[in-house]
């Protein structure tokens, strides 16, 4: 089946194009830009630059897989609300991905490891996860210095960013790629299953203060 | 041959999904306009809080489009062109909608026009009263925007020709009914109250009608902080606030510059139409105003019927449908949303 690949949880603006099978997921063809604000202007335009690349179209398309974060609200977002109306349009299911997830899933060492990625404010997403890319914990959102985990293995690009903090051991897998998503998807893809509703992971609730008692205009 | 323009509108607290018919005559047919609001969500605090409205937009975005079509009794196939409010709003909420709107362009295969709210508070009047005849007068009023236009050509040439310097009517409506202890959104209580008031019991500054203000600008700071002033001396005196009164001559205030500017620019540039328009444009005391006023000058008042003024997808399905007409050129598919986006622009190239 030909799925396509969509995440925005991180800088990285990736779309690509896997032929997922049970013993194989092949990525076909896959474009990724590193800029965190181009999330909504170039990821429509990377879809079709990668399905073509791929000598595929959209209305061949069997599934989409959306890393669903965590990740930072507006450049997640896009990737979501677009994953969601080509699903709709094309009459196709999402199949949501953890975003951290997808980045595990392109790993292969033999111990237990973290994924970090950046939740800005000066905070990171974690989880952590076997040495066969299950998630054991998380994720959350926390400060580095209080990431609590004995794991000494850490992939994601937040990892690099606050390395002198977290101090570990840097494995080179940075964002979710096509592959990584696809492969934390296949399971859910190959079974034909109803997809588990594409829910957001913020982690963190809205930036809102409910106002307080009005400020006079004249002194009394 | 009819075409069918789906517009998606997600630039402040509305996700709005409207269906529309242009017939090869020109004329626009409404035939769905589906809004999900996330109005309740942002009361508690007073005024809306983009992050909340955002998270809304996507959670509603394909629902509402699913109901447009259902209403419709439409298949997603029919459409031709899909039209997005590419700006101005807020910039984390247009992105939603823009990146739904090229989904759905690229699924369905067809032209995408990124355009602008503005012009969409215009084009929406389309749809009650049929052709606009140009050039109009058009006078915006929302929560966000207050704005006099000139319309040469609802596709393409729109000119401002005044606009607030602070705060916009609607927002002004909020401040004062919060002062008031009336509920957010404060334009509909306001009216409520206004009815059982005398507007001549308080005379309320009138902003910018000095001699040497800006003709067509409006300025509504002032008097939000005039009615604050009047309310504390009261309280301070130990009276109870007489809320009708001050809400009605409140909102005289507001209705009688906004009125008296708008037919000023209308008999001075010899046009003979102005269309109020945008959420303020429900309020009683403004339409009911601007009606005796150019019955007097000779000029034609059109005003959507409430429903079609505030935010919706319909408003944006007519100006795409309008832009189509016309033959414009589609957006291309690396649209951006801009939240400052001029009304001079009425199609994102």
Known sequence: MLVLAIDTATPA????VVAVEPERVEVLAERVTLDARAHGELLTPHVLEAVGGAGAALTGLGAIVCGVGPGPYTGLRAGMVTAAALGDGLGIPVYPVCSLDAIAAGVTVDEPFLVVTDARRREVYWAAYAADGTRTDGPHVSVPAELDSPLRAVAGHGARQHAAVLGRRLLDHDHPTPHGLATAARDAVLSGAEPEPLTPLYLRRPDAAEPGARKRVTVS | MSRIIMGIESSCDETGVGLVRLAANGTVELLADEVASSVD?????????PEVASRAHLEAMVPTVRRAFATAGLSMSAVDAVAVTAGPGLAGALLVGV???????AALDVPLYGVNHLAGHIAVDTLQHGPLPEPCLALLVSGGHTQLLRVDDIAGKITEIGSTVDDAAGEAYDKVARLLDLPYPGGPPIDKAAREGDPNAIAFPRGMTGPRDAKFDFSFSGLKTAVARWVEAAQARGEEV?????????????????????VRAATESGIGTLVISGGVAANSRLSGLAADRCAEAGIELRVPRPRLCTDNGAMIAALGAHVVAAGCAPSPLHLSANPALPVSTVTVS
């Open chain 1, 13 to 16: 603006v990736t779309a690509g």
């Open chain 2, 41 to 49: 969500q942002h009361a508690r605090f007073g005024g809306v809080v």
């Open chain 2, 99 to 105: 990146s739904a709107a090229k989904a759905y362009a």
């Open chain 2, 242 to 262: 007489p809320v009708p009164d001050v809400a009605a001559s409140f909102q005289e205030a507001v209705a009688d510059v906004l009125t008296a500017k708008a």
